[in-house]
């Protein structure tokens, strides 16, 4: 089986069920009925990984509560913007996002001011994805590449 193959099944199969549980827990108004829409924040550009994941998620999400779930991409200042959007929401129910690693670990470090307490505005529910990063150069630079 293929390394692809098997995070679509991720995505597919154990993603979106993951997503109603954490989200039915949570108090508000949502058993009433009053709402027909979630909204999903994403902090950053459309057309991204991030992005396309949280589309993933939320046409899966969609389709097991009965509602849509609209994707709200709020990008800059390296992702504080959209998850400091999502912190400040109201804790209805109705909003949940994706978090870069980035903008919860490393920002308070090297930032004064973050619109956001991880520990207190933000609702930790599972890891969704990690992310391979690779480094590449022109071929003057005459680098060698490293056995695998």
């Not at 508000?28 to 924040?41: F, N």
């Not at 939320?58 to 400091?84: E, F, P």
């Amino acid at each position: 089986m293929n390394n692809h193959h098997t995070r679509r099944q991720f995505i597919h199969q154990a993603g979106p069920p993951a997503w109603p549980s954490a989200w039915a827990a949570r108090p508000g108004p949502r058993a009433t009925g009053r709402r027909t829409s979630s909204r999903s924040s994403c902090p950053t550009r459309a057309g991204g990984a991030t992005d396309i994941l949280a589309r993933l998620i939320s046409r899966g999400l969609a389709t097991r509560l009965g509602q849509q779930v609209l994707v709200d991409n709020r990008a800059g200042a390296g992702g504080m913007i959209g998850t400091g959007a999502m912190a400040k929401s109201a804790p209805d129910g109705y909003t949940f996002g994706i978090i870069l690693v980035s903008t919860v670990i490393t920002a308070p470090f090297l930032f004064e001011k973050v619109p956001y307490d991880t520990d207190r505005d933000i609702g930790f529910v599972t890891l969704l994805a990690t992310v391979p990063w690779c480094w590449r150069c022109t071929p003057a630079c005459r680098c060698t590449p490293r056995p695998s």
